[in-house]
C-alpha cells in the first residue's frame, strides 16, 4: 500500500524558516515525479511545487518561486519542502502528493494526510 | 496560467439524484483535467483522470468527460457518502492549477 506521512509542520514568524519532510513508502519513490499542493484554512487547493523522479528536474508556482525549494533524497524514500521568508499567507495544510509517472508535470494520485504550518506573530 | 473555473460552486442534492458539476479552462488542455473528491478532514482523492479514466477503485456512478476547455463530472445516483467537495485540476501546462471546488451536500 502506498503511504506518504508528511512531518515539520509548526507555527512559525512571519520571515522565519521551515522544512518539511515527507516519508513514502509501498512503492519504487526513485520512479515518480513528487509533489507539494497546499490547502489554506476553508480554501481550496493550489499547487506549489513538483519535482522530477531523479530529481534534477524542478518546477515551482510564481508565489513561492525564490522563498520554497523543493527537493528529495531517493536514498531514503523522502520528499522536502524548504521553506523560507515565510509570509502569512503560507498558512496551510501541506499535502505531499505521489504523480502518477515520472514527469513532474503530470497527475497525482495519491496523497498524505498532510502536515499544518500556520506563520503568525 | 489556465484558469479553471468550476460550476456551481455549491449544491445541495437528494439521495440517488444525478449531479452534474462543470469545469472551464481558459485556453485548451487536451484531455489533461483530472477529478479529485476531499471530504470534510481527508486529503484528496483522485476519481478521475485524463477527463474519462475512472481511477482504480473508484464506484461506477463517478464518470467524466470532456475534453479542450469543456469538462464535466457526474454522479449518477448519490449516495450519502458522496458529501464532499470536488475539484478539478489540469496538467496541461505549467503552472498546475485547481478548480475553486464544488461542494455537494445531501439533503
Known amino acids: 500500500e502506498v503511504q506518504l506521512l508528511e512531518s515539520g509542520g509548526r507555527l512559525v514568524r512571519p520571515g522565519g524558516s521551515l522544512t518539511l519532510s515527507c516519508a513514502a513508502s509501498?512503492?519504487?519513490?526513485?520512479?515518480?515525479?513528487m509533489s507539494w499542493v497546499r490547502q489554506p484554512p476553508g480554501k481550496g487547493l493550489e499547487w506549489v511545487s513538483a519535482?522530477?523522479?531523479?530529481?534534477?528536474?524542478?518546477q515551482s508556482a510564481d508565489s513561492v518561486k525564490g522563498r520554497f525549494t523543493i527537493s528529495r533524497d531517493n536514498s531514503k524514500n523522502t520528499l522536502y519542502l524548504h521553506m523560507n521568508s515565510l509570509r502569512v499567507e503560507d498558512t496551510a495544510v501541506y499535502y505531499c502528493a505521489k504523480a502518477d509517472t515520472f514527469i513532474l508535470s503530470t497527475l497525482v494520485d495519491v496523497w498524505g494526510k498532510g502536515t499544518t504550518v500556520i506563520v503568525s506573530s | 496560467e489556465v484558469v479553471l473555473t468550476q460550476s456551481p460552486d455549491f449544491q445541495s442534492v437528494t439521495p440517488k439524484e444525478r449531479v452534474t458539476i462543470t469545469c472551464r479552462a481558459s485556453?485548451?488542455?487536451?484531455?489533461?483535467l483530472h477529478w479529485y473528491q476531499q471530504k470534510p478532514g481527508q486529503s484528496p482523492k483522485l476519481l478521475i483522470k485524463y477527463g474519462s479514466q475512472s481511477f482504480s477503485g473508484v464506484p461506477s456512478r463517478f464518470s467524466g468527460s470532456g475534453s479542450g476547455t469543456d469538462f464535466t463530472l457526474t454522479i449518477n445516483g448519490l449516495e450519502p457518502e458522496d458529501a464532499a467537495t470536488y475539484y478539478c485540476h489540469q496538467t496541461g501546462s505549467l503552472p498546475l492549477t485547481f478548480g475553486g471546488g464544488t461542494k455537494v451536500e445531501i439533503k
Open positions: 509501498g512503492f519504487t519513490f526513485r520512479s515518480y515525479a
Open positions: 485556453q485548451g488542455i487536451g484531455s489533461s
Open positions: 519535482i522530477s523522479d531523479s530529481g534534477t528536474s524542478t
